[in-house]
């Protein structure tokens, strides 16, 4: 292909450059393998060599880039360097630095600078130069901050005429931090107004990236935290100074207000904090001490002493000062505000058409499908027709922060179960942000559909004995409550066993929600994402030793899978020997499952007995079976008992750092699926989606 970069611009500060920095990295990591990461120049840092813009989008991607490959000069290197007239010698190393990252990955997305301080006039001509040196199109972005649709409009034509001035092509405008009233009349003009090869998009402002978070405070006035660092990450909405008294000043306090006043109003801070943990008052996100005045020390004991502690932070200049400062901060993105990041990449999909603008960049096709690929399919897929999934285990931290961050990826609708003052209790602890007017709490004493749930389930069970008086405290477990929800269509998949056994939340879908026609086995597989492909491997979560023909309707339910998740299957029957060299009750067994699966379905292709390297590796394949159309590039592996297949996902997993999506459940009728009580929030958040997916294929 003739290109292999983009590069995004601006003719202006306070642009929102990060968000499409984001969303463009996500749906390119979706469509290419290999994505580079490069700023040519850099804000100079107190702390060195660092940028943060690179910082959150290597450790967000997890892009396989050294920092100091990711950038060329810092902002007072170039402008030292241009002011002795080696403007050349400027473009000479930022060409050689993309050159170096273009040989190593498919595709290069290039930002360019942002704009801080008083050479805005410099930093444009230097973007417009290094976008057509390294010739490579460009996304224009304008900010729409305190502009009407003419000034937009303006403010972005010259922008364009100036990169086309120079002959670099422009492939999209995007006008970012619309006022919400002007987005689609905005958008209409730009198309009117500009070629109409130039893509145009406009991106309303979000408040929520505009709010500046506590970390953020502490950085620019280099405050000191003396409670609640755990919940640095807490965004504030407003700000207001406690200077009244108190009874006053409880009436102004509003949701995730920031609260400033001197460091011995102890009746302001203490009554704050009362009223942050009061349910008539409003939460606050934070608590900024000035003038150098901490508490006395029996009052900073009372406050040690209480929970829930939102940050206190102490500064050294006084209230005025430090009012002003707050109020004239430009929220940024940091590595660790996952929310942040994923609402920026929500946003640019809801937005911009990644589609065209994937059409327009990417003119090639990868071989295979990467687990960046993989990902990103997944979460696309599960946007295209929304799905309600219900989590049981509603006072679980994991479960709290997975369901917060699946709401700020709009990916589905999510169902929690338990207490609701709990879980608000548990969200306001965690310091995490959760929009309540988008998520269904359910208490299951409480439901409205509780009585209906318990006939129903003694109706399926009376035949085995069951009463309906045991029918009525089973449906009191969130187990069986959120199972009976899948049953009767108000949720169309459940995911649980964060804080209950796989026999927990298994047995209330084999009683009533039951395998589908043709299938007599409950199996599971997981995706195990490598670095370089992602690979179906079943059953290592379910069944201990199943027979031949079981093993057989595992194989076949795997191939299936692997067919509705974008991937061919390729299946290996693996045991410790490969085609017919083995002998012994264990090989013979893969050998009649593999005869079975050709009888039954001779459109997949499938090989076994195969040992694993075998099934892998390309050289070891082409050697044992030079003739297997699967040997060297399975893509579904199974494996002929529980123990071996649960050793080697784990095995797998710890000492390549393969991503294990899964498992996942198949055979049911309806989709549930079983987490490990170790599980981490990525965990839950991966397989909430691929149940979502499911749901789909009913």
């Given amino acids: 292909m003739s290109n292999k970069g983009i590069y995004i611009a601006t003719s202006e500060t306070d642009s929102g450059k990060s968000l499409i920095t984001l969303g463009l990295?996500?749906?390119?990591?979706?469509?290419?393998?290999?994505?580079?990461?490069?700023?040519?120049?850099?804000?100079?840092?107190?702390?060195?060599?660092?940028?943060?813009?690179?910082e959150t989008v290597i450790s967000h991607f997890g892009l396989d880039i050294p920092f100091d490959k990711a950038f060329s000069f810092t902002k007072s290197q170039f402008i030292k360097k241009k002011s002795q007239g080696k403007l050349g010698e400027i473009i000479d190393a930022i060409i050689d630095r993309y050159k170096e990252l273009e040989e190593g990955y498919d595709f290069i997305l290039v930002e360019g600078t942002s704009f801080i301080g008083d050479s805005a006039v410099i930093e444009l001509e230097i973007n417009v130069q290094i976008a057509k040196n390294l010739r490579i199109p460009t996304i224009?972005?304008?900010?729409?901050?305190?502009?009407?649709?003419?000034?937009?409009?303006?403010?972005?034509?010259?922008?364009?005429?100036?990169?086309?001035?120079?002959?670099?092509?422009?492939?999209?405008?995007?006008?970012?931090?619309?006022?919400?009233?002007?987005?689609?009349?905005?958008?209409?003009?730009?198309?009117?107004?500009?070629?109409?090869?130039?893509?145009?998009?406009?991106?309303?402002?979000?408040q929520q990236l505009a709010n500046p978070s506590i970390q953020e405070i502490v950085k620019i006035l280099n405050a000191k935290v003396l409670f609640g660092n755990e919940y640095i990450n807490n965004q504030i909405s407003s700000y207001s100074v406690g200077a009244m008294q108190l009874r006053n000043y409880l009436l102004h306090l509003k949701e995730n207000a920031l609260v400033i006043t001197p460091g011995d109003r102890a009746d302001i801070i203490l009554g704050v904090l009362q009223a942050h943990q009061s349910a008539n008052y409003p939460k606050i996100s934070g608590i900024v001490l000035t003038?150098?005045?901490?508490?006395?020390?029996?009052?900073?004991?009372?406050?040690?002493?209480?929970?829930?502690?939102?940050?206190?932070?102490?500064?050294?200049?006084?209230?005025?000062?430090?009012?002003?400062?707050?109020?004239?901060?430009?929220?940024?993105?940091?590595?660790?505000?996952?929310?942040?990041?994923?609402?920026?990449?929500?946003?640019?999909?809801?937005?911009v058409n990644v589609d065209k603008i994937a059409q327009r960049l990417v003119t090639f096709e990868a071989d295979g499908i990467t687990p960046k690929m993989f990902q990103y399919n997944l979460v696309k897929r599960a946007k295209k027709n929304r799905k309600r999934i219900v989590l049981p285990e509603g006072t679980d931290d994991r479960i709290i922060i997975a369901a917060?961050?699946?709401?700020a990826m709009d990916v589905v609708d999510i169902i929690i179960l338990g207490n609701k003052k709990a879980i608000e209790s548990k969200v306001a602890s965690l310091g995490i942000h959760f929009d309540y007017s988008k998520i269904q709490i359910i208490n299951p004493s409480e439901s409205e559909h509780y009585l209906n749930y318990v006939e129903t389930y003694f109706e399926l069970r009376k035949h085995k004995g069951m009463t309906i008086e045991v029918a009525k405290d089973l449906m009191l477990d969130v187990s069986y409550f959120g199972t009976m929800m899948v049953y009767k269509g108000h949720a169309d998949g459940m995911v649980s066993g964060a804080a209950h056994t796989t026999q927990h939340t298994i047995r209330p879908a084999l009683q009533f929600i039951k395998t589908k026609p043709g299938t007599t086995l409950v199996s599971s597989v997981f995706f195990m994402c490598l670095e370089d492909r992602v690979s179906i491997f079943g059953d290592c979560a379910i069944n201990p030793n199943p027979t031949?023909?079981?093993?057989?309707?595992?194989?076949?339910?795997?191939?299936?899978?692997?067919?509705?998740?974008?991937?061919?299957?390729?299946?290996?029957?693996?045991?410790?020997s490969s085609g017919t060299s083995g002998t012994g009750d264990e090989v013979d067994k893969v050998r009649k499952a593999t005869e079975i699966v050709k009888q039954k379905r001779p459109d997949l292709k499938i090989e076994g007995p195969i040992q694993y390297d075998a099934a892998v590796d390309k050289e070891v394949g082409k050697s044992k079976m030079p003739d297997s159309e699967v040997a060297g590039q399975a893509s579904v592996l199974i494996f002929p008992d529980l123990n071996t297949g649960n050793n080697t996902y784990k095995a797998v997993q710890r000492e390549t750092g393969a991503l294990a999506i899964g498992p996942m459940l198949q055979g049911l009728n309806k989709p549930?699926?079983?987490?490990?009580?170790?599980?981490?929030?990525?965990?839950?958040?991966?397989?909430?989606?691929?149940?979502?997916l499911q749901a789909q294929e009913i």
């Fill in 140 to 206: 224009i972005v304008g900010s729409g901050v305190k502009r009407n649709i003419d000034e937009m409009i303006d403010s972005l034509t010259i922008a364009y005429n100036l990169f086309r001035a120079k002959d670099v092509e422009v492939v999209a405008l995007i006008a970012n931090k619309v006022n919400p009233e002007f987005v689609y009349t905005l958008k209409n003009k730009l198309r009117q107004t500009l070629p109409p090869q130039i893509l145009c998009y406009t991106v309303p402002a979000i």
């Fill in 291 to 351: 003038g150098s005045i901490l508490p006395e020390d029996s009052i900073l004991k009372l406050i040690e002493g209480l929970n829930n502690l939102v940050p206190i932070i102490s500064v050294d200049e006084g209230t005025y000062i430090v009012t002003n400062k707050i109020g004239d901060i430009k929220s940024k993105i940091y590595a660790n505000n996952k929310n942040k990041i994923e609402i920026s990449i929500e946003t640019f999909d809801k937005f």
């Fill in 672 to 692: 549930v699926n079983d987490l490990s009580r170790g599980c981490t929030v990525d965990d839950i958040l991966n397989t909430v989606i691929i149940t979502a």
């Fill in 25 to 54: 990295m996500s749906m390119l990591l979706g469509k290419t393998a290999r994505v580079g990461y490069f700023r040519p120049i850099v804000e100079d840092s107190d702390e060195g060599f660092f940028d943060n813009h690179i």
């Fill in 404 to 407: 917060s961050r699946l709401l």
């Fill in 548 to 576: 031949a023909e079981e093993l057989a309707e595992i194989a076949i339910s795997s191939a299936d899978s692997s067919i509705a998740f974008g991937i061919e299957p390729k299946i290996a029957m693996l045991s410790y």
